[in-house]
């Protein structure tokens, strides 16, 4: 498993609230404490729990190295690790920027 990068799924409109405002602070880190993130492998269950009403989203690509003093790996109720971020990360932290579409058949898939 790949832990280089982590990723964080966003609507369309929150990622382009965010370039608007040159800054991403989502509410949901607010009420949380942390910012919810994802390993690759999880990207799709992740979206498909959390994400049912949306047909598209995007998904940003993060270094590990850029948000490590802020990263912690914690198990979810699940028993699952996942990776949470505990304080901001900056746009510039941003290294790639993918889309998840539904298919015809209802499943979530990266372009």
Request: hydrophobic share 40%; glycine share 6%.
């Given at each position: 498993?790949?832990?280089s990068?982590?990723?964080h799924i966003?609507?369309?409109?929150?990622?382009e609230?965010?370039l608007q405002?040159?800054k991403?602070?989502?509410?949901?880190?607010k009420?949380?404490?942390?910012?919810?993130?994802?390993?690759?492998?999880q990207?799709?269950k992740?979206?498909g729990?959390h994400?049912?009403?949306f047909d598209s989203?995007?998904?940003?690509?993060?270094?590990?190295?850029?948000?490590?003093?802020i990263?912690?790996?914690?198990?979810?109720?699940?028993?699952?690790?996942?990776?949470?971020l505990?304080?901001?990360?900056?746009l510039?932290?941003?290294?790639?920027v993918?889309?998840?579409?539904?298919t015809?058949?209802?499943e979530?898939?990266?372009?």
């Open positions: 498993m790949n832990r990068f982590l990723y966003v609507t369309p409109a929150e990622w609230r965010a405002l040159k991403y602070r989502p509410a949901k880190a009420a949380d404490g942390f910012i919810h993130a994802s390993w690759e492998e990207i799709l992740s979206a729990r994400f049912t009403d989203l995007i998904v940003l690509v993060i270094p590990v190295s850029r948000v490590r003093k990263l912690k790996e914690e198990k979810s109720e699940s028993g699952e690790s996942f990776p949470h505990y304080g901001w990360f900056e510039d932290d941003v290294t790639d993918k889309l998840l579409s539904r015809g058949r209802g979530l898939e990266m372009d």
